[in-house]
């Protein structure tokens, strides 16, 4: 198993800021994720993490709106840029090696005002 | 592309009654299947997998699910439901091939209430 610690687990901010969040694991993984589930909805995956190269991102979410960083196998970092109240989630980082199920933080609660 | 789909968006049962909780995914190829559970201002947990092996699969907290390859559903299930399993259920498949390795489909969630 791997244990993720994510921060912070919740903020406040005023829309046009930005805000990262800090994903760190307990072991080196091969795969990092960054979802986003909407209030009352299911997990969105926003990109792929690739360590020492530029994220995969899924449909829809771009990197200039959502740059990711992952210096190495342990650690990520998603950044929400000039955030609009449509940005208010929980952002979750997760991983999973091989054929492993996948672990979660305890997500971000963003909410923008 | 690979996708679960969970048709009920809740789920109400007295306590001490079984719980079921429907999912049904569609693969193109072997599926690889998860159970998640959500509690409140919580990240998700782990409740069980189907990679390979005996069709009923046991899990945390009591919970089981049973892979039925001819219906493609993998249905969680719990012989007696209690107040604590109160929670929003994610019904998951894993891609397992191409670009797409290692990325989790999750289904909409199915909402249980367990009333005392």
């Known amino acids: 198993s791997a244990v993720i610690s994510q921060k912070p687990s919740r903020d406040i901010c005023q829309r046009g800021t930005s805000l990262t969040i800090q994903c760190q694991v307990d072991s080196q993984v091969t795969m990092m994720f960054w979802y986003r589930q909407q209030p009352g909805q299911s997990l969105t995956l926003i990109a792929t993490a690739n360590q020492g190269s530029e994220a995969t991102y899924e449909s829809g979410f771009v990197i200039d709106k959502f740059p990711i960083s992952r210096p190495n196998l342990t650690f990520s970092t998603l950044t929400v840029s000039n955030m609009s109240p449509e940005d208010s989630s929980i952002y979750l980082c997760?991983?999973?090696?091989?054929?492993?199920?996948?672990?979660f933080g305890q997500g971000t609660r963003l909410t923008v005002v | 592309a690979q996708s679960v789909a969970q048709p009920e968006d809740q789920v109400n049962v007295a306590e001490g009654n079984p719980l079921t909780v429907k999912c049904t995914y569609s693969?193109?190829?072997?599926?690889?299947l998860f159970w998640y559970v959500q509690y409140p201002n919580r990240g998700l947990q782990f409740l069980l997998k189907y990679i390979t092996g005996d069709n009923l699969v046991k899990g945390s907290y009591g919970f089981e699910a049973e892979f039925n390859k001819s219906q493609t559903s993998f249905h969680l299930k719990k012989p007696s439901a209690l107040v604590s399993d109160s929670a929003l259920y994610f019904c998951a498949v894993r891609d397992v091939g191409g670009d797409s390795w290692g990325k989790f489909q999750f289904g909409a969630g199915t909402q249980v209430v367990v009333t005392p």
């Open positions: 997760s991983v999973t090696t091989w054929n492993t199920e996948a672990f």
């Open positions: 693969v193109s190829g072997n599926p690889y």
